[in-house]
């Protein structure tokens, strides 16, 4: 005998405390019999708790950003099913922290290259926006921060770490070898030196032509030249001064030449080993009169200079490149010297010694500038629209942060160990004690004994040519 019936319907995923299920369909809770005065058929609980402390080892599917700042290691199971198995960044052990607790087992998603785009040129939704939107993934880490477009889209969770944004600016580069030499005195200092060189040469013609008794070598003009030059580069003079006007000159300019020479070949050797760096770029107002491009993420960055009023405002998004990948602005920044970027410390520091892109660092590393910080965001994690889950990370991450878990967590991360060693391994290379002089670093001498031995064969051949035409 069939007896009317009426169902009750829930959305809510309710399969048991035990049982993992994924929504897809309404699920019925009980039916109510309409005979007699009715009854339920199952006679079960309405309203189940909704959110669980303990969610029995379900997964937690997870969308990580990985090819920023980690490494991402993916390993061939059979049946052709692949684990993707992630560094242990900050980031990724504050969340196996908060799902431990939870009691979730973590289902890592294929990397993404644009993760943190928000839409593509057709307006839709990618990165991990559009995984979490699509129901594609539960939760999403790395490098997110608040923007007032993300929580229409998807719910946050509360902050973990505060990150600080500087500008970084191309750092200076070593003086030419070359350009030692020159670099000894000022423009004013060598032209004293000359000037001083050509009045001596006149001084000695004049003493020695009001002696009688004085050699003829020094009455000369040319001679005079030869002598006071041979002095300044500490060789002998052909002949020695009979008066004692030209001996105590003589004397003078002697001891004037040990000076200077002295004074060059000091620091022409400091420069040899160590040429030293061009000016650097110290603050806001240089990077401006620089006339570099400003290359940064126009949606996390663009609405930090949108004061009309202001002109350094206007001149930096005229002048702005849109760089949706942080370590090719950084890249361009140190190695090509064409644009300043804005970047966090922490990250530019990880990329130079720690991470996958340490090799195409090398050599070439970007300058902060130590002023006030661009802006500072909080790091979160970001969940479904309306995510049961909200509430107890909510709260793992509050106990977690004012334990000091999440610093010690920084401190004791992966990349820091990386960084650290690195950097003990480079302490280790500029402390030596020695510096070995090679070929670039005489570079400089010898192209000054190239210029000095050239105008010698030059001098020669004319002489050649000239008593060739007159004998």
């Not at 040990?258 to 240089?286: C, M, R």
């Not at 966090?344 to 130590?370: A, H, I, W």
């Amino acid at each position: 005998m069939e007896v009317p019936a009426l169902g009750i319907y829930t959305w809510f995923p309710y399969r048991g405390p035990n049982q993992c299920s994924v929504v897809d369909e309404a699920v019925l809770l009980d039916m109510w019999l309409m005979e007699g005065e009715g009854n339920f058929v199952r006679n079960s609980f309405f309203f189940p708790k909704k959110e669980y402390n303990n969610f029995h080892r379900c997964e937690l599917r997870v969308a990580s950003s990985v090819a920023d700042s980690r490494a991402e290691n993916t390993t061939q199971n059979p049946g052709n099913n692949r684990d993707h198995i992630f560094d242990e960044h900050f980031e990724i052990s504050l969340l196996k922290l908060i799902t431990k607790t939870m009691n979730f087992t973590l289902k890592f998603l294929p990397h993404l290259k644009k993760f943190l785009k928000l839409q593509d040129d057709s307006g839709k939704y990618i990165g991990y926006t559009g995984l979490l939107m699509n129901d594609k993934a539960d939760i999403a880490v790395g490098g997110i921060i608040r923007t007032g477009v993300l929580t229409n889209l998807v719910d946050v969770t509360k902050s973990y770490w505060k990150v600080r944004w500087q500008w970084y600016v191309p750092c200076p580069v070593k003086f030419p070898g070359w350009q030692s030499i020159f670099r000894i005195f000022s423009l004013s200092g060598w032209l004293c030196i000359f000037l001083a060189a050509m009045l001596a040469h006149i001084v000695i013609v004049f003493l020695a032509r009001f002696r009688i008794q004085e050699n003829e070598s020094f009455k000369g003009f040319v001679n005079a030249v030869l002598d006071v030059w041979a002095l300044i580069l500490g060789v002998s003079i052909l002949s020695l001064p009979r008066t004692n006007p030209l001996r105590l000159f003589f004397s003078a300019w002697m001891c004037y030449s040990l000076a200077i020479n002295t004074v060059f070949q000091a620091y022409l050797t400091t420069y040899l080993v160590d040429p030293g760096f061009e000016k650097s770029i110290t603050s806001i107002e240089e990077v401006f009169t620089s006339g570099t491009k400003y290359g940064f993420s126009s949606t996390f960055f663009d609405r930090n200079f949108n004061d009309k009023s202001n002109s350094k405002d206007v001149e930096i998004l005229r002048n702005r490149i849109d760089c949706a990948d942080m370590v090719t602005c950084l890249l361009w920044t140190a190695k090509y010297r064409n644009i300043s970027s804005i970047c966090s410390p922490e990250f530019v520091e990880y990329f130079y010694y720690g991470s996958n892109y340490s090799d195409k660092f090398r050599g070439y590393r970007p300058c902060e500038l130590k002023e006030t910080s661009v802006l500072v965001t909080d790091l979160f994690m970001a969940l479904q629209k309306g995510s049961i889950f909200l509430d107890r990370v909510n709260e793992i991450i509050c106990r977690l942060v004012e334990a000091g878990i999440s610093t010690y967590l920084k401190k004791c991360s992966t990349e820091r160990r990386k960084i650290f060693e690195a950097k003990s391994s480079a302490s280790k290379i500029g402390t030596d004690e020695y510096h070995a002089l090679t070929m670039n670093n005489m570079q400089s001498a010898f192209y000054l004994l190239l210029v000095g031995h050239s105008l010698g064969l030059i001098s020669f051949l004319i002489e050649i040519l000239y008593f060739k035409m007159h004998l």
